[in-house]
């Protein structure tokens, strides 16, 4: 189904974005007029009409819903931690761990989460809107000189989205890191899920490159959401997420 719904997404974007080509006149003919894309321009109806059908087909397999969630999944780009970051890490983390059974934590960033999802019934759509990319899910070993790298990275963010670790966060340093439940090490190699624009350095996340051991798994990250909400609600549980400190902050 998600396959479909891949192709009618990508087919409405071409039509879109054959509106915004950029087209060279021959010698002679009339200098081109800039129309404003604003309101007050009436809709084609010939195109809404072809289009009518794939929105009709589209917006019916968008706006299933998935499951439900108790707790407003809300962002903030200067929070330390947020409910949506716990769910995303947590979601991630679970299918990570699926995945491979070795995994011990996920690794995400703020900037990565595009959407809010507020109270109650939770559709396919969102999961598209939370993450809109194109990702895939990669399991990385990474070494300890990798690992402190990352934490620096949580330092100089002011906390990313993380799940199965916990730590203090000050002004310079993380403290306190302990991963699932023991004490980080810095000697030992430590097998992170994240998803592969990570994994090749976007967002600034240099320092997985060149990791231990790097394998790439044919699930888009947004699928994976999906999925885990799916997997919850048929167990008869719901989503409910708050901040429970994973991150705490004791900066000045």
Known sequence: M?????????LFSILLIAGCKTYYSPAGAPAPRLIQINDQ?????????????????????????????????????????????????????SIGQELDPAVQISFATKGGIRADVPKGPMTVSNMFEVMPFENYVV??????????????????????PVAGMT?????????????????FD???????????????????????RNPVKFEKYNLLMRDGLINYVKAKTAKGEKINVHIDNRIKDARK
Request: aromatic share 10%.
């Open 167 to 183: 730590l203090t966060l000050t002004n310079t340093t993380c403290e306190d890191v302990m991963v699932q439940g023991k004490p």
């Open 41 to 93: 321009l009436g809709s084609d109806t010939a195109i809404v009409n072809y289009l009518a059908p794939y929105k009709a087909r589209l917006d019916k397999e968008m706006n299933v819903v998935i499951g439900e969630t108790v707790t407003d999944l809300t962002r903030q780009y200067t929070a330390h931690e947020t409910t949506m970051g716990n769910f995303f890490s947590d979601a991630l983390l």
């Open 186 to 208: 810095p000697s030992k190699n430590y097998t992170i899920v994240t998803y592969d624009y990570l994994a090749d350095g976007g967002d600034g996340v240099e320092y997985f």
């Open 2 to 10: 998600f396959q479909k719904i891949r192709w009618g997404a990508l």
């Open 139 to 160: 399991v990385l070993t990474i070494t300890g000189s990798q690992f402190l790298k990352m934490l620096d990275h949580i330092v100089r963010a002011g906390g990313q």
